[in-house]
């Protein structure tokens, strides 16, 4: 069967062989998952490595600056107001910046946008370490160099995490995500304890020098490391891309279903960061020194999921391991609001520490598997924002329930929605994308056109006819709702399917794209395995091969009449999107 793009008979052999080739390099990833068990694997890759390590020391001088940067006024009257606000300056730039910064990241260099960002971080953390040092530091320029920082951050992480997948083959995939999950808790347990202890020894600036340190070791890793040369076709715009991305979350229903799962689980199990200094202080009656102890508690509940979680993954699914953190985490935490002894709850925050980070890396590893490499790092930026914004929503309604409500009752609320979480991943399932081929697979044939567009000319409508017998009717219609799926999630603004009223056995499918520019990515680069049995599934349904036609602007030229103007206006007019 001819596809749309596959005119004609021409379309054989070699499209075949080519899906041979893709079906073989899925058993390939799958024995390759089996044999590569140890949580340590990746860094047999020594760029992944090297990476990692830089990425680690830098994180570490970011958690400590923020904490420099909390102490600075910790003794100042407003500080009560200055200190949470040094945390909101730190955080809202994800939620503004890291759709943006993914869109960056999948269309430049990403070595070279991580190298640019850490001479920004190193420039910025450099002048917050010489004005502090004067004492030229009041709180409101702290506050604005704290949210520049976090700016830096919010390109940073979407780009890190995307860029994760071309340093290690599929199959470590996963336990790739896992130590970057080590490298997070490790850095934000070791960053603050650094600082502190450098606060109390010199004070505040030397812990902003650090931070300059620690940048400059990852920028030099950068430097040093040699990325292959990746074949890329002309850059996307960049409010296209932007809305690309936001198409393609909201046309594809797996990554749907699991940001929807995990904010279900991040709402309550977010109290646990939120209300961990009022736990320690009010009820179990601890010093800082004792809040400390808890948050490394916690810690060691992450890690010790991050090193783990691979060999359970062997004998669990996915969404076995999230329905048992989860039921693990809402368990452990209503134990907490019932403890009196620091001794009694630190076991129980291990256990805490331990299913918020399996829940948070096996989520962030199946988003890796089930990706489409061309949109990998917006949707990593939205997985991102619903991480951070779910948790920014959550602390303050938290704080407001235990004000109103007392510690105890938060505590045991946050606890039975971690539960309810559990039901809800009963009919929110989590698909197991080990074993799909995202390659890229171009088996659309070249269109042989007359008119010859430009590429941002547009809109451009694809119309393809299919000849469909009554029997096969309404299998024909059940499949072309996957089709419309595949279509949307590719770049597609608009689609439609038709049935031609002077031929009830004729059927016409159409669907829009932004520009000529937009469907040639589309050819090359966006269509998957996946997109191909889809419209296989389809095609096995229609009589003889369907029928193309590329709808152009009227405006668009031919050779012949390319120097002739009509009363369109001509090629002077080709950016009018609303020619018909």
Not at 22 to 39: L, Y
Not at 205 to 223: D, E, S, W
Not at 383 to 411: D, H, S
Request: proline share 5%.
């Amino acid at each position: 069967m001819a596809g749309p793009y596959r005119e004609g008979d021409n379309a054989s052999d070699s499209h075949r062989r080519d899906w041979s080739l893709s079906v073989g390099t899925v058993e390939a990833t799958k024995h390759s998952a089996e044999v590569s068990t140890s949580p340590f694997a990746p860094f047999r890759h020594r760029a992944f490595f090297w990476l990692w390590l830089g990425v680690v020391i830098a994180s570490i001088g970011s958690w400590g600056q923020m904490v420099g940067a909390q102490w600075l006024f910790v003794n100042d009257p407003n500080a009560a107001t200055i200190v949470p606000l040094v945390q909101t300056a730190s955080t809202l730039p994800m939620m503004l910046l890291a759709l943006p910064a993914g869109v960056l990241a999948d269309a430049f260099d990403r070595r070279w946008m991580m190298f640019v960002i850490q001479v920004y971080f190193i420039t910025v953390s450099a002048l917050l370490a010489v004005l502090t040092a004067v004492g030229r530091m009041p709180p409101t320029l702290l506050l604005t160099f704290t949210f520049a920082v976090g700016a830096g951050q919010a390109m940073l992480s979407p780009t890190w995490q995307a860029m994760i997948t071309e340093l290690v083959p599929r199959s470590e995939f996963a336990a790739a995500t896992r130590l970057d999950m080590v490298s997070v808790n490790v850095s934000r347990a070791a960053g603050p304890a650094i600082a502190g202890f450098v606060i109390a020894a010199w004070g505040v600036p030397p812990v902003f020098a650090l931070n300059v340190a620690a940048g400059c070791v990852l920028a030099v890793i950068l430097l040093a490391w040699r990325r292959p040369t990746i074949q890329a076709g002309q850059r996307e715009r960049f409010i296209p891309a932007l809305r690309s991305g936001s198409r393609y979350v909201r046309h594809e229903p797996v990554v749907r279903t699991i940001l929807l799962r995990f904010a279900t689980f991040i709402f309550p199990a977010g109290a646990v960061w939120a209300l961990l200094p009022l736990i320690a202080n009010r009820q179990l009656g601890l010093a800082a020194s004792g809040y400390g102890i808890l948050f490394a508690a916690l810690g060691v509940g992450a890690i010790t999921a991050a090193l783990g979680l691979g060999r359970v993954k062997q004998k669990l699914s996915s969404n076995a391991v999230l329905s048992l953190a989860g039921t693990a985490f809402a368990v452990a935490f209503a134990a907490v609001a019932l403890a009196s002894s620091i001794w009694v709850a630190i076991p129980l925050l291990i256990v805490c520490g331990f299913s918020w980070t399996a829940t948070v890396a096996t989520v962030i590893s199946e988003l890796q598997l089930f990706l489409h490499g061309w949109v990998r790092a917006r949707v990593i930026a939205i997985y991102l924002m619903v991480f951070l914004g779910t948790q920014a929503v959550a602390a303050p309604i938290w704080g407001l329930v235990t004000q109103r409500a007392g510690l105890q009752v938060a505590l045991l609320a946050a606890a039975a929605l971690a539960g309810m979480s559990v039901l809800v991943g009963l009919v929110l399932r989590v698909p197991d994308s080990q074993g799909l081929d995202r390659s890229p697979l171009a088996y659309w044939d070249t269109p042989r056109l007359q008119v010859d567009p430009e590429s941002g000319n547009g809109p451009v409508v694809v119309s393809i006819q299919y000849q469909v017998d009554d029997d096969h009717r309404l299998a024909f219609l059940d499949a072309m709702r996957s089709m419309r799926r595949s279509r949307l999630r590719s770049g597609s603004t608009r689609w439609d399917l038709y049935r031609v009223g002077e031929d009830p056995h004729l059927y016409v499918e159409q669907f829009e794209v932004p520009s000529w520019q937009e469907h040639e990515r589309q050819h090359e680069s966006r269509l998957t395995a996946e997109d191909k049995a889809i419209e296989d599934a389809a095609f096995a349904y229609v009589v003889g091969s369907p029928k193309v036609h590329h709808l152009l602007p009227a405006t668009s030229a031919t050779a012949d009449d390319a120097d002739q103007s009509v009363g369109l206006g001509g090629q002077g007019d080709v950016e009018d999107d609303s020619a018909p």
